[in-house]
């Protein structure tokens, strides 16, 4: 399959209980966005060796890093060829690829920023029914209201959209509330490849504005384009995880990732592996949030970061 990334990042075993050795638990993994590894991954290879869990021993990973959606929906199908005991699909594109692959093979959700009911991927986050259940939750909204707190002087705001990502409807309709809040206006504008992304802040430029909110899909596909546009263009450009932050973003907000995978989605995995059915598995939100400050970019902006700003930030980037 062209443009698939398979990486290697379950090396390194720990041991195992011994009535556990007996039973190889395939898990299939996989995630859109050659320039990044989804950071819960890390996580919850050490939460499962914590478990009891040895690659090679007791456990097969296949993770696969993907280009797009199709190439997702490809993995799908193989992983439901080699019938794994369990996907583990990272944000939204591969979750659809998932449950349009397969709704016998119990499918467990990160990195999901959209509400899944809203999404169809589950009933009701209590009892999401069918073979799926997993961890979602952003702070878009928030994410538009420290952009103003950094930025008090923002009007006009840029906000970027997959207009193919169902995600879309339901990201666009949080902006809005938001900047509606805040006295924003929005200047909406569609992208799905680095060649429209290019045209659109190439036209901020000449449109005024002063910040860019990105949506849906790009967040995955072009997170490093992005960040090397807004900065090209003066544009403070906020992210959803810290990785943003670190290669330029101005700061990021959102679920501690690291955190929801070694400990949630380790004990999710663990159940489902032990029979519980994803039925039964409540739908559950992170509950930890980190905030990381890039002062050198704010620098290259001409912002100041208010001190109690810099106060709440679980990270600094001097």
Same mark, same amino acid.
């Given at each position: 399959m062209a443009g698939v990334v398979a990486l290697n990042v379950f090396a390194t075993p720990l041991a195992a209980e011994a009535e556990q050795a007996e039973k190889v638990y395939r898990i299939g993994l996989f995630h859109v966005g050659l320039d990044h590894v989804p950071p819960a991954l890390y996580g919850l290879r050490q939460g499962l060796m914590e478990l009891g869990y040895e690659e090679g021993k007791n456990l097969r990973w296949d993770f696969r890093n993907l280009p797009d959606e199709t190439a997702a929906q490809a993995t799908a199908r193989e992983f439901v060829r080699q019938r794994v005991d369990v996907m583990v699909a990272f944000e939204e594109q591969t979750v659809r690829a998932a449950r349009a692959a397969t709704s016998d093979i119990p499918i467990l959700f990160l990195h999901v920023l959209s509400d899944p009911v809203a999404e169809g991927? *589950?009933?009701?986050?209590?009892?999401?029914? $069918?073979?799926?259940?997993?961890?979602?939750? /952003?702070?878009?909204a928030k994410r538009v209201e420290l952009l103003k707190e950094v930025?008090? &002087?923002?009007?006009?705001?840029?906000?970027?959209?997959?207009?193919?990502?169902?995600?879309s409807l339901q990201e666009l309709a949080t902006v809005r509330a938001a900047a509606n809040?805040? &006295?924003?206006?929005v200047v909406e504008r569609a992208a799905r490849t680095p060649a429209d992304i290019q045209r659109v802040f190439t036209q901020a430029s000449r449109e005024h504005l002063q910040a860019v909110v990105v949506v849906s899909g790009l967040l995955t596909r072009f997170p490093s384009l992005m960040i090397r546009f807004a900065a090209e263009r003066h544009l403070a450009i906020p992210g959803h995880r810290? @990785?943003?932050?670190?290669? $330029?973003? =101005?700061?990021?907000?959102?679920? @501690?990732?690291?955190?929801? $995978?070694?400990?949630?989605?380790? &004990? =999710?995995?663990?159940?489902? =592996?032990?029979?519980?059915?994803? *039925? /039964?598995?409540?739908? @559950?939100?992170?509950?930890?949030? @980190?905030?990381?400050?890039? =002062?050198?970019?704010?620098?290259?902006? $001409?912002?100041r970061i208010p001190p109690s700003l810099l106060q709440r930030a679980d990270q600094v980037i001097e």
């Open positions: 991927f *589950a009933q009701s986050l209590a009892h999401p029914g $069918g073979n799926t259940t997993g961890i979602f939750g /952003d702070v878009l930025m008090p &002087r923002l009007e006009r705001l840029l906000l970027v959209f997959d207009p193919a990502d169902p995600v809040g805040l &006295r924003l206006q810290k @990785e943003w932050a670190e290669q $330029g973003a =101005l700061f990021s907000y959102g679920p @501690e990732y690291f955190s929801v $995978g070694r400990i949630d989605a380790a &004990r =999710l995995v663990d159940r489902i =592996l032990k029979g519980i059915k994803p *039925a /039964d598995l409540p739908v @559950e939100q992170p509950t930890k949030f @980190e905030l990381v400050i890039n =002062l050198k970019t704010a620098k290259a902006l $001409g912002l």
